[in-house]
Structures are given as C-alpha cells and as structure tokens.
C-alpha cells in the first residue's frame, strides 16, 4: 500500500522553514534539491536557483515531511492557506495509475502521470473536494 507525506509550498522561504522544522523534530533531511540542479528543461530565472525545488525530511519511523518553494510556472501558485498537498508514493506504476485515476474522478488533472526528469512517475490533480494530491512512484526505491 502506498504511503501518504504532507507536502507544504512555500513563498521563497521553504528552506527557512525545514531548518526550523529540523530544529524541532531532529534528524536529517533525505533530499534536498535546488531549482537551478534541475528543471526537466524548464527555464530557471536566477533569483530562483537557490530556491528549494523538493526537499524531504523524515519524522518518526515512517512519516515524511516534504515541501518546495513555489515559483510561477512550476506547479500550482503559491496561495497561503492552501499551499500544501498529499503526498501519494505507491509501491507500482500500476497503483499510481490506480491511485491517480481514483483521486481524480470529478476533480482536475492539474499534471497527467508521466515519466519525469527526476526518475519517477508522477502527476498531480485537484480531487472533487479541492484536496490537492502528488502521485509519485519512484521505481528505484521500490526495488
């Protein structure tokens, strides 16, 4: 079965936020990557490269907090109060495609699942309850 991680976007600020979420819940961060390390072709404006594109940090034995900065033209814009999403990662391309569809029916399909730069298969959407959702499933972590 597949694992559900909250997902926060934030305004430019996102790395000040997961130092302090960091400060408070310990550990490491698992990932942490910048727009300018790589934008699957799209143009990244200079003042966003440091920006934080995905980063994720665990929280307990099997939670994952997650999150990004929000930069026009990738993903869905900032708005405070509904910058978050949940977080699918399914254990097969055929449960994201199962998940997806699901979660999608009578909602938005903001992105198709596709293969995506980073390695895994992935999509976004809106639910018919304008919940927003992340399906990923990432092949090599699930060797």
């Not at 934080?52 to 099997?62: C, N």
């Not at 949940?86 to 254990?91: E, L, R, S, T």
């Not at 390695?119 to 992340?134: E, P, R, T």
Request: with cysteine.
């Amino acid at each position: 079965m597949a694992n559900i991680n909250p997902y926060l976007t934030f305004k430019g600020n996102c790395e000040e936020a997961f130092n302090f979420y960091k400060s408070v819940f310990g550990g490491e961060f698992a990932t942490i990557m910048r727009m300018g390390d790589g934008s699957g072709g799209m143009e990244v404006p200079d003042a966003a490269k440091n920006q934080i594109m995905h980063v994720a940090l665990p929280v307990g034995d099997t939670a994952m907090l997650m999150g990004s900065d929000a930069m026009e033209g990738f993903g869905p814009p900032f708005n405070a109060g509904n910058n978050f999403s949940v977080a699918v990662g399914p254990k097969s391309k055929e449960e994201a495609d199962k998940l997806y569809n699901g979660l999608a029916a009578g909602g938005t399909q903001t992105m198709p699942m596709a293969d995506a730069f980073w390695g895994a298969y992935f999509g976004m959407l809106v639910d018919k309850f304008g919940i927003q959702w992340m399906v990923n499933f990432d092949a090599s972590r699930n060797a």
